[in-house]
């Protein structure tokens, strides 16, 4: 058993949502469950009826009630709540608990000064928002885009957008134009909503450039606003007469289009709907990470990035929301604590890496601001190893709920986090979402637990897509996850599952290392390899022997400035391999390289650095506008050059 760290109060029952949510199941349901574990089973088991109580709970407003909850469960395929009316951007904008003059959005920036809006300022702006829409033409299934950051201009935006029953979808302005016209021409948006630039750090970047080359490649276009945030403080939206107004759409009606990374072709617009993602949402934030009126939620991200749409259900729940735009390293990796302490941010979200960045310069969070009001931890991006969860305990604070997540775009939302109900583990993924049917098959399909196996979903959710746009038989959408499974939706990464519902993610499956038939997932690697104080970043793939050998292990690491890969580094890494992990994991060769190859949420791209060990072409195996530094890709080039 791996080493905790944390244990729920005797009390957790009594003070937290998903306790509340359990004595409304027994008062109202006549429902009474031991544990998480039973109320995990019962709502996988009875998908309808767990659904049913979510929307009844979190009292969702229905313009016209649904036929039944679940009346087909195919996937893909599955009907949910069919004949219901409701808008995703009223419950938003409905804020539980919150008066009027409470502060319900807190954004910090390296552009401008910060800005809090009071529950009665955003419902305005958004309706000041929707009457610039409407003056635009703008009408139900319209689509609406934003190159824009994390700012309260863009979540204005997409509630005004989604209270006309209109799409949105965003890409952040550090995007380029072939990366965001790569994605729009898809869609053909109606209206083009941009910043003139933004400031990273102590750089200042204009994009008017930018925005004047993606007007000019969509067509569709027929009007833009410019926000401006580099160069001006003007409101962008109309004074706007009228009432704020909610479309009431079916439950499955297009809310807003996300993107895969696109790493390979076109990226997929994934078509996500209001209900769907309204019911995920509420089930997440509430239950899983405690949040209600009175907390202050806050994840880095940017717009081009799923945890932006899941940051700014918060006020769904009536929880304020923290937007932070800039460089979280600028002027060090302290900024994005202190903003916490100044925000009184109750549940900080983040990636793994930003984590193990700051426990690798020694940063000390709770010795540099007053994280007194933080109660939850949330990292998501990669997996955490055990020594990030042990740095967040001993630097950060040892009374929060640490939870590493795993979910992704294609659902907008974690299938595998934390809970308040279980203890945390160093290195462990405490559980299996609620009314997630998470399992880990082997390579034969059955599924398997304390065995390391292929991650699938073999029920349906209601965030799943509701398709790709232009994808009008569904059949891509079927092959992108249903293709391997038929009826189980296959995610592509690697998990593990023990008898408790604790899991471990490994990496991604398609960039799985095997070794003599064992598989082997790639966090391990980083965790060990980036622990070494000579090594900034690292990347590792295994190239199959055509003829059934053992085939190669590479080794691509990034030194600190000024050192250079000599045989005395490689063997301590390859002792440090060895020692935490095993004989397999010695890498057969290690090269230098400058840069891994990153997507610009900044996930590591294994898939086409082994695509060009193989003898892809560059331009062919990733899009380079998907990646933060497409030139790293010319370093495996120069590999694969001097190995043929």
Known sequence: MAKELWRPPADVRDRTRIGAFLRWLSSERGLEFEDYQQLWQWSVDQPAVFWQAIWDHFEVIAHQPATAALPDARMPGADWFPGARLNYAEHVLRMPGVADDEPIVLAYSQTREPVTLTAAELREQVRRAQATLRRLGVTEGDRVAAYAPNIPETFVLMLATAALGAIFSSCAPEFGTRSVVDRWQQIEPKVLVAVDGYRYGDKAVDRRSEVAAIRAALPSLEAFIEIPYLHGTASPWDAGDGELTFAPVPFAHPLYVLYSSGTTGLPKPIVHGHGGILLEHLKMLALHHDLGAGDRFFWFTTTGWMMWNYLVSGPAVGAAIVLVD???????????????????????????????????????????????????????????????????????????????????????????????????????????????????????????????????????????????????????????????????????????????????????????????????????????????????????????????????????????????????????????????????????????????????????????????????????????????????????????????
């Open 326 to 644: 800039g460089n979280p390293a600028h002027p060090d990796l302290g900024w994005l604590w202190r903003v916490a302490a100044e925000s009184r941010t109750t549940y900080f979200g983040t990636s793994a890496p930003f984590l193990l960045s700051c426990r690798k310069a020694a940063l000390v969070p709770r010795e540099l601001a007053d994280l007194s009001a933080l109660r939850g931890v949330g990292s998501t991006g990669a997996p955490l190893p055990p020594e990030g969860f042990e740095w967040v305990y001993e630097a950060v604070s040892d009374r929060v709920l640490l939870a590493s997540a795993s979910g992704g775009t294609d659902v907008c939302t974690a299938f595998v986090g934390g809970v308040p109900l279980l203890p945390v583990h160093a290195g462990e993924i405490a559980c299996r979402a609620l009314g997630a049917r998470v399992e880990a098959y082997a390579a034969d399909g059955t599924p398997v637990i304390g065995e390391l196996g292929e991650l699938v979903i073999t029920a349906p959710m209601p965030s799943m897509p509701v398709g790709f746009w232009g994808d009008e038989d569904g059949s891509r959408y079927a092959d992108a996850y249903f293709g391997t499974y038929p009826g189980v939706w296959r995610h592509g990464d690697w998990i593990t599952i023990d008898g408790t519902g604790a899991c471990v993610i490994t990496g991604r499956s398609d960039a799985t290392l095997n070794r003599g038939g064992v598989r082997l997932g790639t966090s391990e690697f980083y965790s060990v390899v980036e622990s070494l104080e000579e090594v900034v970043d690292s990347v590792v793939v295994h190239l199959e022997d055509p003829e059934g050998g053992a085939g190669e292990l590479l080794l691509f690491v990034v030194l600190r400035p000024g050192l250079t890969l000599d045989d005395a580094l490689r063997a301590a890494i390859g002792r440090e391999l060895r020692t935490a992990l095993s004989p397999r994991h010695m890498p057969d060769q290690v090269f230098q390289v400058d840069a891994v190859p990153r997507t610009l949420s900044g996930k590591k791209l294994e898939v086409p650095v082994k695509r060009i060990l193989t003898g892809t072409p560059v331009d062919q195996a990733a899009a380079k506008g998907a990646l933060v530094n497409p030139e790293s890709l010319r370093y495996f080039e120069a590999v694969r050059a001097a190995r043929a």
